[in-house]
């Protein structure tokens, strides 16, 4: 776990929860960290981002967007990384490469670790309900968690961790289509159940990101028409 937010120590709760050996880091001292996690003692182990990156087998990022290019991107090659970021501007500024509305921010992330398999997933329910709303497979009331990839055996994995965690996973398409899931559309923010999710991922032309994503690429089309 690359973040020792509220998220993170969320996410980390589950995974320890469903059996999953843990390691998180945040950005400053790993004893800071203990402070929040001591009740997990043995199932979560406070480190640093670099040694959490070379020992795990599958890496969460739970932190802002804009600390994308801290990533170290050499002790995450070949790992799988599940993308949870969002951008926020309060949080990251308007840097134009986050306002583009034709780019997902899982795009960048995966821009700076081509070596990683990069996966979007836990970035659209608020960090309380994924905190409450942890039920067991076959639950009538289990809520879904949207997964978003280019690579259908690491979609898999990560669908099978969603399960593990409590949540109903829903593929939404590659890891572009992962802006279905992003702030400005209906799943963000959501708290829901498996077909109420897809349905919300169906109608992501009429929302507010869809809107303007639909605007920009007809601005763009009429720039350079094709020859």
Request: proline fraction near 6%; avoid cysteine.
């Amino acid at each position: 776990m690359l973040g020792a937010g509220r998220l993170g120590k969320v996410l980390a709760r589950l995974a320890a929860g469903a059996g999953y050996p843990v390691f998180i880091a945040g950005s400053g001292d790993p004893s800071r960290v203990s402070l929040a996690v001591d009740d997990l003692a043995g199932a979560v182990e406070p480190t640093t981002a670099g040694d959490a990156a070379r020992r795990a087998e599958i890496v969460i990022l739970a932190l802002p967007l804009g600390r994308y290019r801290t990533l170290p991107a050499d002790a995450l090659a070949g790992k799988l990384v599940i993308d949870a970021t969002n951008y926020w501007w309060e949080v990251d500024g308007f840097p134009a490469e986050f306002t583009d509305p034709l780019t997902s921010s899982s795009e960048f992330v995966r821009d700076h670790l081509p070596r990683s398999r990069v996966v979007k997933a836990f970035n659209h329910m608020g960090y309380a309900d994924l905190a409450d709303e942890a039920r067991p497979s076959g639950h009538a009331a289990r809520k879904a968690i949207g997964i978003a990839g280019d690579d259908v055996d690491d979609l898999a994995i990560v669908a099978r961790l969603v399960d593990d965690l409590g949540f109903d996973p829903v593929a939404v398409g590659t890891l572009a289509d992962g802006v279905r899931l992003e702030p400005g559309t209906d799943p963000f923010g959501a708290d829901v159940g498996a077909a109420e999710l897809r349905a919300m991922v169906d109608g992501f032309p009429r929302s507010q990101r869809g809107i303007r994503r639909a605007a920009a690429l007809a601005a763009k089309t009429a720039a350079h028409p094709a020859e």
